[in-house]
């Protein structure tokens, strides 16, 4: 009888054995799959490049610089940053004209003019123009802005106070949202 016991008892001892093996296997399988990436590897991919195309800008550079022509840059860099890659500024470029530390943007058209020319009434380069200290012909020179509207832009900080925000231009008579628009690439107030 001892023997009939026996029999059975190792059958169970290596059922049992096998259920636990298999069991720990299962249960490492499973944790190493929660590690993995759920997102197929061409998801992966496509967001890798948007993510890069979102920090690269292409920047356009004329004029004075050793090296014309459009330049990739990233979000953050200065006028100064694409100076650099453009070979930097020929002897005729007129450097006080030029803002070296305002951020590069997408689409942006920097022209390094030469001494003693002027480009745009003071927008050249993607310097922008001061509202809180331009003058009436300067202004005069932003895409919509005829006389009148110059004039009411220095009557407002004249009774105001100087700009705070580019957005302060809503609160010009006869200036509107996409007035602003139009212009808010080409003013500042600094």
Same mark, same amino acid.
């Given at each position: 009888m001892k023997e009939w016991i026996l029999l059975y008892k190792k059958p169970i001892l290596f059922g049992t054995l096998f259920i636990v093996v298999f069991l720990i296997y299962y249960e490492t399988a499973v944790k190493e799959k929660r590690n993995i990436e759920v997102l197929p590897p061409v998801l992966?991919?496509?967001?890798? +490049?948007?993510?890069h195309t979102e920090e690269v800008l292409m920047v356009d550079v004329k004029g004075e610089v050793t090296h014309p022509g459009v330049y990739e840059m990233m979000v953050n860099e200065r006028v100064i940053d694409i100076i650099k890659k453009a070979g930097g500024l020929t002897n005729q470029a007129d450097a006080s004209m030029i803002n070296y530390a305002q951020k590069v943007r997408d689409e942006m058209v920097i022209t390094i003019p030469k001494k003693g020319e002027v480009i745009d009434g003071?927008?050249?380069?993607?310097?922008?123009?001061?509202?809180? +200290?331009?003058?009436?012909?300067?202004?005069?020179?932003?895409?919509?802005?005829?006389?009148?509207?110059?004039?009411?832009?220095?009557?407002?900080?004249?009774d105001n106070g100087p700009f705070e925000s580019v957005d302060d231009l809503q609160n010009v008579p006869g200036i509107g949202e996409k007035m602003l628009f139009q212009i808010r690439e080409d003013v500042s107030i600094n």
């Open positions: 992966q991919e496509t967001e890798e +490049v948007n993510q003071g927008t050249s380069q993607g310097t922008t123009l001061n509202l809180n +200290v331009a003058t009436k012909e300067e202004l005069e020179t932003l895409s919509g802005i005829g006389p009148s509207k110059a004039e009411a832009i220095i009557k407002y900080r004249e």
